[in-house]
């Protein structure tokens, strides 16, 4: 038996405003059940790729499929599949809680029979039940996007799209809609925009980079250290003779080095910051190096790069090796999806 589709087939995707492309080849497969984070700077074509997703926006070419169905021609069909929430979520500032979920229920097609424990339960997963009856416009900022969440996964579509869930949140409402989130994985397939990357680290299962229109970077997060950064750094703080410790490291491995020190403090140990131009675990090995030699060692410990500092890394080499471009006749004649039929 064949395995089902991937919740959402990207392949190689181009839109353009007037001849300058926001959106330049890109590619993606996401697993259903996954949880992705996308990042990207601003103008990096992470908004404009989530629309042609959601079906809002066509592209000049390339396919994308939602749980095996092509976007570009079965709109209202795509629909169905999923639950999307913009940045800026345009919730009725007159309507209470119960009500909204209702209203789109309906609009959902939710059967009128499992409405009901249907709203029940998605106000007890984002526990808005104690503001179900209160109207949406004298709601925190907080509530208001877990309403949007609860709105999202009304339906119980496959796909959820959120663009910027906590933006604006402090940190207890933050800690919420992580959960919420977590507790979606294995159930329903979610992409994440976010500038928050701590959470995107926290919360998501892989991630995709992308900058001037196309993919830079993709994979776990750890996976993404190795391939982007390729090096691993050191603290230690030590106490011994300093001139022969270049020779230790050396010895050890031979792009490790000194890169920072301090000077010594009241009982004569040094704060040292070491690389190595590889991610091999040292650790260990220079501890026990270090007390072969009569060093005292005070603190030793690896410093893990964040996301943050992928992020970077990963945009700031793309600046010079990528040039968005607009598709050529010939890519663009057997790529592009058909419009759908009308009625």
Same mark, same amino acid.
């Given at each position: 038996?064949?395995?089902?589709?991937?919740?959402?087939?990207?392949?190689?995707?181009?839109?353009?405003?007037?001849?300058?492309?926001?959106?330049?080849?890109?590619?993606?497969?996401?697993?259903?059940?996954?949880?992705?984070?996308?990042?990207?700077?601003?103008?990096?074509?992470?908004?404009?790729?989530?629309?042609?997703?959601?079906?809002?926006?066509?592209?000049?070419?390339?396919?994308?499929?939602?749980?095996?169905?092509?976007?570009?021609?079965?709109?209202?069909?795509?629909?169905?599949?999923?639950?999307?929430?913009?940045?800026?979520?345009?919730?009725?500032?007159?309507?209470?809680?119960?009500?909204?979920?209702?209203?789109?229920?309906?609009?959902?097609?939710?059967?009128?029979?499992?409405?009901?424990?249907?709203?029940?339960?998605?106000?007890?997963?984002?526990?808005?039940?104690?503001?179900?009856?209160?109207?949406?416009?004298?709601?925190?900022?907080?509530? +208001?996007?877990? =309403?949007? &969440?609860?709105?999202? /996964? $009304?339906? *119980?579509?496959?796909?959820?799209?959120?663009?910027?869930?906590? %933006?604006?949140?402090?940190?207890?409402?933050?800690?919420?809609?992580?959960?919420?989130?977590?507790?979606?994985?294995? +159930?329903?397939? =979610?992409? &994440?925009?976010?500038? /928050? $990357?701590? *959470?995107?680290?926290?919360?998501?299962?892989?991630?995709?980079? %992308?900058?001037?229109?196309?993919?830079?970077?993709?994979?776990?997060?750890?996976?993404?250290?190795?391939?982007?950064?390729?090096?691993?750094?050191?603290?230690?703080?030590?106490?011994?003779?300093?001139?022969?410790?270049?020779?230790?490291?050396?010895?050890?491995?031979?792009?490790?080095?000194?890169?920072?020190?301090?000077?010594?403090?009241?009982?004569?140990?040094?704060?040292?910051?070491?690389?190595?131009?590889?991610?091999?675990?040292?650790?260990?090995?220079?501890?026990?190096?270090?007390?072969?030699?009569?060093?005292?060692?005070?603190?030793?410990?690896?410093?893990?790069?964040?996301?943050?500092?992928?992020?970077?890394?990963?945009?700031?080499?793309?600046?010079?090796?990528?040039?968005?471009?607009?598709?050529?006749?010939?890519?663009?004649?057997?790529?592009?999806?058909?419009?759908?039929?009308?009625?």
């Amino acid at each position: 038996m064949s395995e089902p589709p991937s919740a959402i087939e990207v392949s190689r995707l181009f839109k353009t405003y007037g001849g300058v492309a926001a959106v330049s080849d890109i590619s993606f497969n996401v697993a259903r059940g996954e949880i992705i984070g996308f990042l990207g700077p601003n103008g990096a074509g992470k908004s404009t790729t989530m629309r042609i997703l959601t079906g809002y926006v066509p592209a000049t070419s390339g396919s994308v499929k939602i749980c095996g169905v092509p976007v570009a021609t079965h709109a209202d069909e795509i629909k169905r599949f999923i639950g999307y929430m913009p940045e800026n979520n345009p919730l009725p500032e007159d309507m209470r809680v119960s009500e909204y979920m209702y209203f789109r229920g309906r609009l959902k097609e939710v059967p009128r029979r499992k409405l009901g424990p249907r709203i029940d339960e998605v106000l007890e997963i984002c526990d808005l039940k104690r503001v179900r009856h209160k109207i949406i416009g004298q709601l925190s900022k907080g509530f +208001r996007q877990r =309403v949007g &969440i609860a709105e999202a /996964i $009304l339906a *119980e579509p496959p796909v959820i799209i959120m663009d910027e869930p906590t %933006i604006g949140l402090d940190p207890h409402q933050i800690l919420i809609v992580r959960d919420l989130i977590a507790g979606l994985r294995g +159930r329903m397939t =979610v992409i &994440i925009s976010s500038h /928050i $990357l701590p *959470e995107i680290e926290m919360t998501c299962d892989r991630v995709l980079i %992308i900058n001037q229109g196309r993919v830079v970077a993709q994979g776990t997060p750890a996976d993404l250290r190795r391939e982007i950064l390729g090096h691993s750094s050191y603290k230690l703080e030590v106490r011994g003779d300093l001139t022969a410790l270049p020779g230790i490291l050396t010895a050890l491995q031979p792009t490790l080095r000194v890169t920072h020190q301090d000077e010594p403090d009241a009982a004569g140990f040094v704060a040292l910051t070491l690389r190595a131009d590889c991610d091999d675990e040292l650790g260990e090995a220079l501890l026990r190096a270090l007390l072969a030699r009569d060093y005292r060692v005070r603190a030793l410990g690896r410093v893990h790069p964040t996301l943050e500092d992928v992020f970077l890394a990963a945009t700031r080499r793309s600046w010079d090796s990528i040039a968005p471009r607009v598709p050529t006749a010939a890519e663009r004649k057997p790529t592009i999806e058909p419009p759908a039929s009308p009625g």
